[in-house]
């Protein structure tokens, strides 16, 4: 039977809660023999998909997790088997987000991450801000959310612990929620930093990370290249160039927080 030529789509933000089926779902795909699947949703979807097919070519976008040390490629440069795509090193990133967090609000005793237990990048993400924490002497405290529930529950549990500042993880779930994340974070007004330039936009205070529409645009060219005849082995994992530091400079003044000049300057955008 010749394979058809359409792109699928598996995971994203519209289907995370329903992450236990995602095995399902890439070993339908994988019956209806479609020429390409297009991975996003992040690391779950992804190792869904692998764990599908050894044959039909898998283009990651945006990951934000390391693609060699979940398995899904052999290198960078040289990826072999049939997966390639964009790594948005967002768990790379952690450390220097607390950096940032800390430099905004210097006093701060204890400062929370939120990660999501689903994602097979809650550890490494988690391992990366606790580093940095330790060598900046820094307390830390990792709250968990799957579900829009558990993400009530762990801003009533970032008060009980008197948490001053959040560390929002780089994680699908997390950006399918953003006007729910803003909303969290102003009822309780806790300075947030996240990996994403939408979340800011959303309304929360501060990013610092890689472009996520760019990291989209580079997956469909690799899409295109791999309907056009290329091998996903032959071409390496895309990381970006560019990191943006996006703070919103209304949600700061509203939290009584004066944005110190040091950040100003270094700002790829204020939002007013």
């Excluded at 290329?230 to 970006?240: F, G, I, M």
């Amino acid at each position: 039977m010749k394979r058809r030529e359409f792109i699928t789509l598996l995971g994203g933000a519209a289907v995370w809660p329903l992450s236990a089926r995602l095995p399902t779902m890439a070993a339908e795909l994988v019956a209806r023999q479609v020429a390409v699947i297009a991975v996003i949703g992040g690391a779950p979807s992804a190792l869904a998909a692998k764990n599908a097919t050894s044959t039909i070519p898998i283009v990651f976008s945006p990951l934000g997790a390391d693609p060699v040390e979940l398995g899904l490629v052999a290198s960078l440069n040289r990826p072999g088997g049939n997966i390639t795509g964009v790594a948005m090193l967002a768990v790379a990133l952690e450390g220097k987000r607390l950096e940032l967090l800390r430099e905004l609000v210097p006093r701060v005793a204890l400062v929370a991450m939120l990660v999501n237990p689903s994602n097979p990048q809650a550890e490494a993400e988690s391992r990366e801000v606790r580093k940095t924490a330790r060598a900046i002497g820094q307390r830390i405290v990792v709250l968990n959310a799957s579900t829009k529930r558990e993400l009530e529950t762990a801003f009533a549990g970032l008060v009980e612990k008197r948490a001053g500042a959040l560390i929002i993880g780089a994680d699908s779930f997390f950006n399918s929620h953003l006007a729910q994340l803003a909303a969290l974070t102003a009822r309780y007004a806790i300075p947030a930093i996240s990996p994403w330039r939408e979340h800011v936009a959303a309304g929360s205070l501060m990013s610092y990370g890689t472009s996520l529409t760019e990291a989209s645009r580079q997956g469909g060219a690799y899409v295109g290249k791999i309907l056009k005849g290329a091998k996903p082995a032959e071409l390496p994992v895309l990381q970006p160039t560019k990191v943006e530091l996006v703070i919103n400079l209304k949600t700061a003044k509203a939290l009584g927080l004066t944005v110190p000049q040091s950040l100003r300057v270094r700002a790829d955008e204020l939002i007013e």
